[in-house]
T-cell receptor
Framework: DTGVSQNPRHKITKRGQNVTFRCDPI?????LYWYRQTLGQGPEFLTY????????KSRLLSDRFSAERPKGSFSTLEIQRTEQGDSAMYLC???????????FGDGTRLSIL | GIQVEQSPPDLILQEGANSTLRCNFS?????LQWFHQNPWGQLINLFY???GTKQNGRLSATTVATERYSLLYISSSQTTDSGVYFC??????????FGGGTRLMVKP
């Protein structure tokens, strides 16, 4: 059990650029979640997948955000035309079943210049 | 969705002291987890405890599901316990709703 892996750990980019983050869940965990955490706040839910199907999206997930999990294993989160307000920690979590604990990766910290 | 309130928001302890952190939910929950976020931002699972009591070393947690609250006990605190403690839960759906956290500083 190698834990949830996220890459990159840090990303600094200019406003208006596109960024993509990757999450590798714990092996055999079929549920994968994305959360966003801004400074001084608790994480907030963005979206979740069961296998390759994206089943739920928060209203926080604007049209500039897109997430995929093409083969039901790793997932990517893309932000297009980044804005200052996108600066945050993006956390990925996975769980084996509904109702089971979610395990979090170390996150990707995004800074918009 | 549910609302989650944590108290106290900030806590300063002397090394060796004990403390109790509280988490209140606006509705019953099916999943309740406690996390420790260390100064490097890593979110560490402490307990998965929708009901009952669990212990892990110097930490223990109790959830009273019928009264919609959970408590996290830290005994003989150490400087490495510093950080932010979050509780989170959900009832319907799959998204965890987090509280605002308790920021703990343990002084040597």
């Amino acid at each position: 059990d190698t834990g949830v892996s996220q890459n990159p750990r840090h990303k600094i980019t200019k406003r208006g650029q596109n960024v993509t983050f990757r999450c590798d869940p714990i092996s055999e965990h079929n549920r994968l979640y994305w959360y966003r955490q801004t400074l001084g706040q608790g994480p907030e839910f963005l979206t979740y997948f069961q296998n390759e199907a994206q089943l739920e999206k928060s209203r926080l997930l604007s049209d500039r955000f897109s997430a995929e999990r093409p083969k039901g294993s790793f997932s990517t989160l893309e932000i297009q035309r980044t804005e200052q307000g996108d600066s945050a920690m993006y956390l990925c979590a996975s769980s084996i079943l509904q109702g089971q604990p979610q395990h979090f990766g170390d996150g990707t910290r995004l800074s918009i210049l | 969705g549910i609302q989650v309130e944590q108290s106290p928001p900030d806590l300063i302890l002397q090394e060796g002291a004990n403390s109790t952190l509280r988490c209140n939910f606006s509705d019953s929950v099916n999943n309740l987890q406690w996390f420790h976020q260390n100064p490097w931002g890593q979110l560490i699972n402490l307990f998965y405890i929708p009901s009952g009591t669990k212990q892990n070393g110097r930490l223990s947690a109790t959830t009273v599901a019928t009264e919609r609250y959970s408590l996290l006990y830290i005994s003989s605190s150490q400087t490495t316990d510093s950080g932010v403690y979050f509780c989170a839960g959900y009832n319907a759906g799959n998204m965890l709703t987090f509280g605002g956290g308790t920021r703990l500083m343990v002084k040597p």
